[in-house]
């Protein structure tokens, strides 16, 4: 990979959503890293010297390097020229496009094509640390070092869109309304509340005739939480088949009693805190 280019093209960061403006480099920076995490796991058989691994999963790509930006040549504020501009690209000012696992309503920072050269990534950016290194004889900043992480960007399948994650935070359907269907009648077809479906899509009057408009149906909240305490019910089922196993008990039963209480009483509680925050 041919990180650094014989013409003399500079790095960019090019917004993808509307989230901020163009922003080229002052210098290419002298040093690229690139990472990409695997996470593998070791069967657990005791008494082998050695085990079999299993793929888990991978992790979002990274990079990582360090930007230099001076205005020694004119006297110039290198924070307001140079680093301001950078670290607007972290600022949450775009609002989530549908399928995102993330709650709609919540801003986020921008995504990104970082470009240098051959290397592209569609990215986010995760931090930038900035040290200022030389000041003027009046105490300005006029040279800095940025040293910026960025993150793969990868948005997450909406229902319906073949993802396997199962416990995936807001889930998104894409439903038609047909001739007759009431707004409350095309929520509880999709699992989902009136509100929370009026909510996702601007709508004031749930009485309005919505007859073949395509409505964006996130989880509701009841679901949302009753999903959560299946899932720690679940994880508190393993531990206590773990912790039978170590004190000789019968592993299988302590997970199923576990379970069985967990799920009885966690959903209980989710389904009640959600029924509040609906009513």
């Known amino acids: 990979?041919?990180?650094?280019?014989?013409?003399?093209?500079?790095?960019?960061?090019?917004?993808?959503?509307?989230?901020?403006?163009?922003?080229?480099?002052?210098?290419?920076p002298k040093e690229f890293r690139v990472e990409k995490a695997v996470t593998w796991q070791e069967a657990q058989n005791q008494g082998k010297s050695s085990n079999a691994i299993q793929f888990q999963k991978g992790a979002p790509m990274t990079a990582s390097f360090d930007l230099i930006f001076d205005t020694t040549a004119d006297g110039a504020n290198v924070q307001t020229v140079w680093v301001d501009q950078l670290m607007a690209l972290t600022n949450a000012t775009?609002?989530?496009?549908?399928?995102?696992?993330a709650e709609l309503k919540k801003q986020r920072p921008p995504a990104l094509t970082f470009s240098w050269g051959t290397f592209k990534m569609k990215c986010v950016i995760e931090s930038v640390n900035a040290t200022y290194l030389m000041f003027s004889s009046s105490g300005t900043a006029v040279r800095?070092?940025?040293?910026?992480?960025?993150?793969?960007?990868i948005v997450e399948d909406f229902a319906g869109s073949g993802s396997s994650d199962r416990f995936s935070a807001a889930k998104i359907k894409l439903v038609d309304v047909k001739g007759g269907q009431t707004l409350s009648q095309v929520a509880a077809a999709s699992g989902s509340d009136m509100r929370t479906v009026a909510k996702a899509n601007g709508i004031t009057n749930p009485l309005a005739d919505l007859?073949?408009?395509?409505?964006?149906?996130?989880?509701?909240?009841?679901?949302?939480?009753?999903?959560?305490?299946?899932?720690?019910?679940?994880?508190?089922?393993?531990?206590?088949?773990?912790?039978?196993?170590?004190?000789?008990?019968?592993?299988?039963?302590?997970?199923?009693?576990?379970?069985?209480?967990?799920?009885?009483?966690?959903?209980?509680?989710?389904?009640?805190?959600?029924?509040?925050?609906?009513?």
């Open 1 to 28: 990979m041919n990180l650094a280019p014989g013409n003399n093209s500079k790095a960019t960061f090019t917004p993808l959503d509307g989230g901020g403006s163009k922003f080229e480099v002052q210098y290419n």
């Open 211 to 279: 007859t073949g408009q395509v409505l964006s149906v996130p989880s509701s909240e009841l679901e949302r939480a009753v999903t959560s305490a299946v899932r720690n019910a679940a994880t508190g089922a393993a531990s206590s088949a773990v912790s039978a196993a170590l004190s000789g008990r019968d592993p299988g039963k302590a997970a199923a009693d576990a379970a069985t209480s967990a799920v009885t009483g966690a959903a209980s509680q989710a389904a009640k805190s959600a029924l509040k925050k609906l009513f």
């Open 144 to 153: 800095a070092r940025c040293s910026v992480k960025l993150k793969q960007w």
């Open 94 to 101: 775009v609002k989530p496009e549908q399928g995102e696992a």
